[in-house]
């Protein structure tokens, strides 16, 4: 007989206990299962983000990028997210600036992040 999965159970009350602020125990139940507290799944995300976790986000979104290279909404969110984490506006219209060299046809999408950043209406 199979043992049960709880994995959707596990990430579900992980991310509970995200936004109840109780986040050493959603880490502890993150790294027993997973190994890590860079989960790649869809909840976890956007408890991540709600809480302004952006480091996570951003560990998350440079491994797609590094599984990927070639996952440019990612390493869009990736360069959005170092902004985020650090406060610079340089650290992130440097990296936007990356992507639109190695990918220029998507320059006009890259380019509207990098006039909010600019502008200041692109805020964590």
Same mark, same amino acid.
């Given at each position: 007989?199979?043992?049960?999965?709880?994995?959707?159970? !596990? *990430?579900?009350?992980?991310?509970?206990?995200?936004? $109840? @602020?109780?986040?050493? +125990?959603?880490?502890? !139940?993150?790294?027993?299962?997973?190994?890590?507290?860079?989960?790649?799944?869809?909840?976890? *995300?956007q408890?991540?983000?709600?809480?302004?976790?952006?480091?996570? *986000?951003?560990?998350?979104? +440079?491994?797609?990028v590094? @599984?990927d290279?070639?996952?440019?909404?990612?390493?869009?969110?990736e360069?959005? *997210?170092?902004?985020?984490?650090?406060?610079?506006?340089?650290?992130?219209?440097?990296? !936007?600036? @990356?992507?639109? +060299?190695?990918?220029?046809s998507?320059?006009?999408q890259?380019?509207?992040?990098?006039?909010?950043? $600019?502008?200041?209406?692109?805020?964590?």
């Open positions: 007989e199979e043992t049960p999965n709880y994995d959707d159970a !596990l *990430l579900y009350y992980a991310t509970g206990l995200i936004y $109840n @602020k109780q986040v050493p +125990a959603a880490d502890a !139940l993150l790294m027993k299962r997973y190994g890590t507290t860079a989960v790649d799944q869809q909840q976890i *995300l408890a991540y983000f709600a809480t302004k976790m952006y480091d996570r *986000l951003d560990k998350i979104y +440079a491994q797609r590094a @599984k290279p070639t996952d440019i909404q990612s390493a869009v969110a360069a959005v *997210l170092q902004y985020f984490v650090t406060g610079s506006k340089s650290v992130g219209i440097t990296a !936007l600036n @990356k992507l639109i +060299a190695a990918n220029p998507v320059k006009t890259i380019q509207s992040f990098i006039d909010q950043i $600019n502008a200041g209406t692109l805020k964590p």
